[in-house]
C-alpha cells in the first residue's frame, strides 16, 4: 500500500465529506428560512386574521349596540302607539258620550222648544184675551158714564177702574152704620143703573164681581174704624138686596147676590188734599162701588207691563 495515494484518497473523501455537510447545512438554512418564511406568514396572517375579527367584533358590537338602539326606539315608538291607541279609545269614547249628550240636549232642545212655543201660542192667546178684556172695561166705563149721565146722577166714574165713589154725609150720619133716607133714595136711583149696565148682555160673561168697600177718616182706632166702615158697606149691600130696593127685580137681586161682597177698609186708604200729606177728612168718609173683571188680576198685571213697556 502506498501512503501517498491513501492521504490522496483520505483527502478526496474529506472533500467529499465537507462539501456534503455544506450543502445540507445550506438546506437546513433554506428549510429554516422557507419555515421562517411560513412561521412568519401565518404570524401576519394569524395577525391580519385577528385585527380583522377584532374589526368585525367591533362592527358586530357596534350593529349589535345600533341594534339594541333602534329596539329600545321600536320599544319606546310601541309604548307611544299604545298610549296613543289607548288615548284615541279614551276620546274616542268621550266623543260617543258627547255625542249621547248632544242627542240628549237636542232632544231636550226640541221639547223646551215645543213647550216654548206652546206657551208662546198660550200667551198670544191670553194676550188677545186680556186685550178684549181691557177693551171692554175701558168700554163699561165709558157706558157707566153714559148711563148714569143719562139718569141724572152726579156720579164720577174712575176713568181707569170705573171706581165710584159716594160721600159717607150723603149715606150715613157721622159715627153711624144706618142709612140716611137721603142715602136710600140714591141707592134707589144709581143701583139699578149700575147693575143693568154690568150684567147687560154684552158684558154679563166678563164681570166677575161687583165690591163694596167702606171708608172712613183718620179721627179714632183704626179697629174701630174698621168695625164702622164694614159695618157701613154691610148696610148697603143690605139694602141693594132687600126688599126697599124697588128698582130691581128678584132676578136681578138673585145676579147681584151671587156676585156682590161687602168689605170695609177702615182709613187704610185716605182722601188726600191737593198737597198731598193733609188728609181730606170728609171726602175719606166714603162708600166706593167698584167692580171686576174675570181673571182681574192677570189683567192688572199685564196692564202694568204693558204701562212700563210703553214707558220705555
Not at 401576519?44 to 385585527?51: G, P
Not at 274616542?92 to 215645543?114: H, V, Y
Not at 133714595?185 to 149696565?197: G, H, S
Request: negative net charge; aromatic residues 6%; proline residues 1%.
Amino acid at each position: 500500500m502506498r501512503p501517498g495515494k491513501r492521504l490522496r484518497r483520505g483527502g478526496e473523501n474529506g472533500s467529499y465529506w465537507i462539501s456534503y455537510s455544506d450543502m445540507m447545512a445550506g438546506m437546513l438554512f433554506t428549510f429554516a428560512l422557507i419555515l421562517f418564511m411560513a412561521v412568519y406568514q401565518i404570524v401576519d396572517l394569524q395577525q391580519k386574521k385577528t385585527i380583522e375579527l377584532e374589526t368585525k367584533e367591533a362592527q358586530l358590537s357596534t350593529q349589535q349596540s345600533l341594534l339594541i338602539d333602534q329596539e329600545a326606539q321600536l320599544k319606546d315608538k310601541e309604548e307611544l302607539l299604545a298610549a296613543t291607541t289607548l288615548m284615541l279609545q279614551q276620546q274616542q269614547e268621550e266623543l260617543e258620550e258627547n255625542r249621547t249628550a248632544l242627542t240628549a240636549a237636542q232632544q231636550s232642545l226640541s221639547l223646551q222648544q215645543s213647550k216654548i212655543e206652546e206657551q208662546a201660542a198660550l200667551l198670544a192667546a191670553q194676550q188677545t184675551q186680556i186685550d178684549k178684556l181691557i177693551g171692554l172695561r175701558s168700554q163699561i166705563i165709558e157706558d157707566l158714564r153714559d148711563e148714569l149721565r143719562g139718569a141724572g146722577l152726579d156720579a164720577v166714574v174712575d176713568k181707569k177702574t170705573g171706581a165710584i165713589a159716594f160721600t159717607g154725609a150723603v149715606l150715613f150720619d157721622t159715627g153711624k152704620n144706618e142709612l140716611k133716607q137721603s142715602g136710600k133714595t140714591l141707592l134707589n136711583a144709581f143701583i139699578p143703573v149700575y147693575i143693568r149696565t154690568l150684567m147687560s148682555e154684552e158684558y154679563e160673561g166678563y164681570v166677575g164681581e161687583i165690591i163694596i168697600e167702606g171708608h172712613t177718616d183718620t179721627s179714632g182706632s183704626y179697629l174701630s174704624n174698621l168695625a164702622l166702615s164694614q159695618e157701613r158697606a154691610l148696610a148697603v149691600a143690605t139694602y141693594c138686596l132687600g126688599s126697599e130696593m124697588t128698582g130691581l127685580t128678584e132676578s136681578e137681586k138673585l145676579v147681584l147676590q151671587s156676585i156682590l161682597t161687602a168689605n170695609g177698609r177702615s182709613y187704610a186708604d185716605p182722601v188726600y188734599m191737593d198737597d198731598g200729606v193733609t188728609v181730606d177728612m170728609e171726602a175719606s168718609r166714603r162708600v166706593v162701588f167698584k167692580f171686576r173683571m174675570k181673571d182681574s188680576e192677570m189683567i192688572d198685571q199685564m196692564s202694568a207691563i204693558l204701562e212700563e213697556q210703553q214707558g220705555e
